[in-house]
């Protein structure tokens, strides 16, 4: 398959549907849901504003509305936010913190800052109009969201920096039967895993999430996918 045709695949394509598996994994262990119901939405455009030349925002931009709410955080704690976004200009980089106020995409031996080489998405690597890379994807919680920040590479002021989020929100069940979330984890049924934050320091689990697992339940997957 040509680069080209690679590059058209829409990230539509990993949205799940009703009766899909997936799992999260938090710093505490995964949690496997199965999705019940399905809701598209989008946030169109957001306005970061203007960034002057090889500088950056003056702040961490959080996507609220007036009254502070975060529009990428699901408002219920029945509610999971699939997000996948794209930027313009194309040059401008997009730094994600995720949770919030924790920084991501760095390489592990190297320290991401927000005038460097290393963590960002650019709008030519994920397009305002699509199709959004790969790299975009997020799963958010209730109580819990991103916020974002740019850095401009160009000797002149981007006037106009936007991002388009894509949304579908799920209803879900969890899954607590045990020998149903190994099959998920070890890739005996089909079942998209996603790690929440990165890999060097997954997302600590929502509280009221941790308090409706089975004691034990979270160690036990843990434990799992760590054995050989």
């Given at each position: 398959m040509s680069q080209v045709s690679l590059l058209q695949t829409s990230h539509r394509d990993f949205f799940l549907e009703e009766g899909f598996l997936f799992?999260?994994?938090?710093?505490?262990?995964?949690v496997v849901f199965r999705v019940k119901g399905v809701e598209d939405s989008n946030l169109v455009p957001w306005n970061l504003g203007?960034?002057?030349?090889?500088?950056?925002?003056?702040?961490?931009?959080?996507?609220?509305d007036s009254s502070n709410r975060h529009y990428l955080e699901p408002h219920e704690q029945e509610f999971i936010k699939h997000i996948f976004w794209g930027?313009?200009?194309?040059?401008?980089?997009?730094f994600k913190q995720y949770p919030a106020r924790k920084d991501r995409n760095s390489l592990?031996?190297?320290?991401?800052?927000l005038t460097?080489?290393?963590?960002?998405?650019?709008?030519?690597?994920?397009?305002?109009?699509?199709?959004?890379?790969k790299r975009t994807e997020l799963f958010t919680l209730h109580d819990m969201w991103p916020q974002f920040q740019v850095y401009n590479p160009l000797t002149y002021?981007?006037?106009?920096?936007?991002?388009?989020?894509?949304?579908?929100?799920?209803?879900?069940?969890?899954?607590k039967e045990r020998?149903?979330?190994?099959?998920?984890?070890?890739?005996?049924?089909?079942?998209?895993?996603?790690?929440v934050g990165g890999i060097d320091e997954p997302a600590p689990i929502p509280s009221w999430l941790k308090d409706l697992m089975p004691t034990g339940l979270l160690d036990w997957t843990k434990t799992l996918m760590e054995s050989p």
């Open positions: 799992a999260l994994q938090f710093s505490e262990g995964w203007s960034c002057s030349a090889l500088s950056n925002l003056s702040a961490w931009n959080e996507i609220q930027a313009s200009p194309p040059k401008a980089r997009i592990l031996a190297i320290i991401r800052t460097g080489d290393v963590g960002y998405v650019d709008g030519d690597e994920s397009p305002y109009d699509g199709p959004f890379s002021t981007m006037n106009y920096v936007v991002m388009n989020f894509d949304i579908r929100t799920y209803t879900y069940n969890i899954m020998a149903l979330i190994e099959d998920c984890l070890k890739g005996q049924r089909k079942c998209k895993k996603h790690t």
